[in-house]
């Protein structure tokens, strides 16, 4: 049994660069407050997100 499979040609993955890791997430700057920092179950009103 034969079957007819189109194959196609390989593309090779690129990488593009935005910026430092550091620039791109603003580093974490603005708060001293981590993770660690909020209990579990923590609501989501009282997360510091910036």
Known sequence: MEQ???KHEYET??????????SITQ???GT???D???PAHTPV????FS
Not at 45 to 48: I, Q
């Open 27 to 29: 580093g974490g700057a």
């Open 13 to 22: 993955p690129s990488l593009t660069v935005h910026g430092s890791i550091e």
């Open 32 to 34: 001293t407050a981590l």
């Open 45 to 48: 009103g009282e997360l510091t």
């Open 4 to 6: 007819n499979v189109e």
């Open 36 to 38: 660690a920092s909020f």
